[in-house]
């Protein structure tokens, strides 16, 4: 943990050096685009906690502080769906001290009744609004996407009054949500809040426009994993936001013009045993097309 630490100190002094280098000019700029960006926009900028999947709650908390970034998706490895009450205080104080919300959970694998009535009672303790979930069954030893636990599904929501977020899997996974589509045509007669969390890279690299999907299904996204890939097919990976092939200023306008509301949780999965430059880059980036993109 100590090389994490270190990491995280030595990417901090990197940006800083960068920003400084730049000159004033640059840093008065990026000053007031923050300040811009942060008046009007229905939709904010969050991190999926699976970016972080190899630190703890400490260092990821830390990581967000760095790169100002104040909302999170939280995910089991940080808080545990057998966490006590007590346990739950704990981790919202830790967030609360680095100005971050605790504001979804998921994405949580849901195999069972059993296991979404977990899920939601776990969110519920949590006191959030947004699940990320894959409902599935098993057959044989392949995951398959599971209409009878979406009927549970349907259920939960009405009682819980929360929205449930249906994460696109793309092609490696063919049976279990692939794409947006696949995801709607089995929930469209059910309650608009059972929804999609769209996960744009994915939904690429199954041969499919995710600016398309936004505008098309927009009403029952419920939530956004922001990413970019190196190819809009099954060989593509996960690379910082300016870098791939996905047309991120159309992703943006699309947000606007469909009035999202909901959160942009980046999911970064290039370099996760040192994501924080990577993070950096791609949170920069998408933050100046929240700012310029009308």
């Excluded at 303790?125 to 409902?135: A, L, S």
């Excluded at 199954?206 to 996204?221: E, H, I, S, Y």
Aim: include cysteine; charged fraction near 25%; proline fraction near 5%.
């Amino acid at each position: 943990m100590m090389q994490r630490r270190s990491f995280l100190k030595r990417a901090t002094l990197a940006i800083g050096l960068g920003a400084a280098a730049a000159g004033p000019a640059f840093i008065g700029a990026a000053q007031a685009a923050q300040k811009r960006s942060k008046g009007g926009l229905p939709f904010k900028l969050a991190i999926a906690g699976y970016t972080f999947n190899k630190f703890n709650l400490d260092d990821t908390l830390a990581a967000l502080k760095q790169v100002d970034v104040r909302y999170l998706c939280i995910k089991d490895f940080h808080l545990p769906l057998d966490s006590t009450d007590a346990q739950i205080a704990q981790f919202h104080e830790k967030c609360r001290q680095h100005n971050v919300t605790g504001y979804g959970v998921g994405p949580i694998y849901m195999g069972s009744e059993e296991e979404v009535n977990r899920a939601f009672d776990y969110a519920r303790r949590v006191g959030v609004k947004v699940v990320v979930g894959v409902p599935f069954k098993l057959e044989g030893k392949k995951r398959v996407s599971s209409p009878e636990l979406l009927q549970l599904v349907d259920r939960k929501v009405r009682e819980f009054d929360m929205k449930y977020a249906i994460h696109n899997h793309g092609p490696d996974m063919p049976e279990l949500f692939p794409s947006a589509e696949s995801a709607i045509e089995l929930i469209k007669n059910l309650d608009q809040r059972v929804g999609l969390c769209l996960d744009i890279g994915h939904q690429l690299r199954d041969g499919k426009d995710p600016v398309k999907a936004l505008r098309k299904f927009a009403r029952r996204v419920h939530d956004i994993h922001i990413k970019n890939v190196t190819a809009p097919d099954k060989s593509g990976k996960g690379v910082e936001m300016p870098r791939g092939v996905i047309d991120m200023p159309a992703f943006v306008k699309a947000l606007r013009e469909v009035r999202y509301s909901g959160m942009c949780s980046l999911e970064y999965e290039k370099d996760m045993n040192a994501p924080l430059l990577g993070v950096a880059e791609s949170v920069g980036y998408f933050r100046g097309l929240m700012d310029t993109i009308a």
